[in-house]
């Protein structure tokens, strides 16, 4: 008996359900299909970091395996026309929750199954379903504590092994992975990220043994210095699904319990994860969440259009040194510490008044682990407009905030070397220092380093005069 096994965002073979239960049957055909937005109606294609990440996970996989089928294509027309080729009688994948990712999936389990195919999909990537857990009154929960409670009451189950046996199908290759050019080329922005990242399962293991080991204890508030590596670095990992949320949750368990005093860092980290899923749970819930305000009040925000505003804030040029180093680190790396996230965002949207699909779309190109649920909701959260967001009033002083979680300015001068020089006390303001200072550290304002963009406290009252025009929308409509 030959299974296909349709790999997405589950590119690992250990708790891998849908490739364990083929394995078990008997030949299995492993297969990843590239598709087209154009053709598969994906209104958030993969942004140019995820294709690289992917390019690399794919072919670590492919060595895992032992071989991997590349189609390019609609999975629609693919995955039926390669069953027809093959002769399989099964077809298994791990569910994805994207709304457009649910249809899709919805429309070939129909047509496989009408043609006699025994079609099986699986849990995979989350700890729960999204459908599993309900308020006590019935529905979506809308606010984060609640869900993790009650997803803390729910029994977990183990996570798999890898396949004790695995035998492949034969079958001709039609697509290299190179032929899906993922990869940048002219110019090739992404060199030396190699020696950044290690994609793949067995890299994801090796982040998870390195966090576990080095960087746990401490977590629960250390977690917020960006200067600090008191971070897990594994969410390209586990939006490629090289690594499972299960196997997180076991590992940092068995961490917290042969070590003393990491029980209190343990559950921190593990409610991280826990945001990840009640992410998930408001996008299957709640299916315009990518694009449109979770609270329809926010609809009465008058955002400000500034290309030029937008442009120096994707280029770290804003004058405000912690969203500069943010920004840079983003576009060298792939990837930015989560508080800088926070402070980032909240720039853009309360500082710039830039409507927060902008900062969502840019973050969806940049970020290495740019994930649908924890993008949107996350931007959203920032907002106000989201679930269980912050209150609207609340608004970061970017000078503060970089005084506070990176308050030796390591952090700043990593991403905003021209700032080298410049002592502490003027690093997050340097248009405060004054001129014997600037010339010290060799600085000519407007001229190596911005002038800022916007003044913090005029931007503050206009955010907070566009947000009681949302008040009194929300108002109006009660």
Not at 318 to 341: C, F, K, S
Not at 447 to 454: A, D, G, K, S
């Amino acid at each position: 008996m030959i299974t296909i096994v349709w790999f997405r965002q589950d590119l690992r073979l250990s708790d891998n359900p849908a490739l364990s239960e083929a394995a078990a049957q008997g030949k299995v055909l492993p297969v990843f299909i590239l598709e087209d937005p154009q053709t598969s109606g994906e209104t958030h294609a993969l942004g140019g970091a995820s294709r690289w990440w992917l390019h690399h996970s794919l072919r670590s996989l492919k060595q895992d395996l032992g071989d991997l089928l590349i189609l390019r294509g609609d999975a629609r027309v693919a995955l039926p026309a390669l069953v027809e080729q093959t002769g399989a009688e099964a077809v298994h994948w791990n569910r994805c929750y994207e709304p457009q990712a649910i249809e899709r999936d919805s429309e070939i389990k129909a047509s496989l199954k009408e043609a006699g195919v025994n079609v099986r999909s699986f849990k995979a990537s989350l700890l729960f379903e999204p459908w599993e857990l309900e308020t006590k009154t019935g529905g979506p929960f809308k606010v984060y504590s609640p869900f993790w409670r009650a997803a803390q009451q729910k029994i977990f189950s183990a996570p798999l092994p890898r396949p004790q046996k695995l035998e492949l199908a034969s079958f001709e290759a039609e697509s290299t992975i190179d032929d899906l050019e993922l990869l940048p080329a002219q110019p090739n922005w992404a060199e030396g990220w190699d020696r950044l990242w290690t994609p793949g399962e067995q890299g994801a293991r090796e982040r998870l043994s390195a966090f576990l080991e080095k960087d746990l204890e401490g977590y629960g508030e250390l977690r917020n210095r960006p200067d600090l590596p008191n971070v897990s670095r594994l969410s390209p990992h586990l939006h490629f699904g090289e690594i499972s949320p299960g196997q997180i949750r076991q590992e940092t368990l068995a961490a917290a319990e042969h070590r003393d005093g990491l029980d209190k860092d343990a559950a921190k980290f593990l409610s991280e994860i826990g945001w990840r899923e009640f992410a998930y749970h408001l996008l299957y819930h709640f299916p315009t969440i990518p694009h449109a305000n979770w609270k329809p009040g926010f609809d009465a925000y008058p955002w400000r259009e500034s290309e030029e505003d937008l442009r120096a804030w994707q280029s770290g040029q804003t004058g405000y040194p912690i969203v500069d180093a943010g920004m840079r680190e983003l576009w060298q790396t792939g990837y930015m510490h989560n508080r800088v996230r926070m402070i980032v965002a909240s720039f853009l949207i309360k500082h710039l008044r830039l409507d927060w699909r902008h900062g969502e779309a840019w973050f969806r190109d940049t970020l290495l682990d740019a994930d649908l649920a924890n993008n949107s909701a996350s931007w959203q959260w920032v907002a106000g407009s989201g679930a269980d967001a912050s209150p609207y009033f609340r608004i970061f002083n970017p000078m503060t905030q970089g005084a506070k979680f990176d308050p030796e300015g390591d952090y700043v001068r990593k991403w905003v070397p021209e700032l080298k020089e410049l002592d502490t006390t003027y690093l997050n303001a340097p248009f405060e220092a004054p001129k014997v200072a600037l010339e010290k550290a060799g600085l000519r304002l407007g001229e190596t380093y911005p002038r800022p963009i916007v003044d913090h406290f005029k931007a503050r009252d206009a955010a907070l005069e566009g947000y009681q025009l949302v008040k009194q929308a929300n108002e109006d409509a009660a």
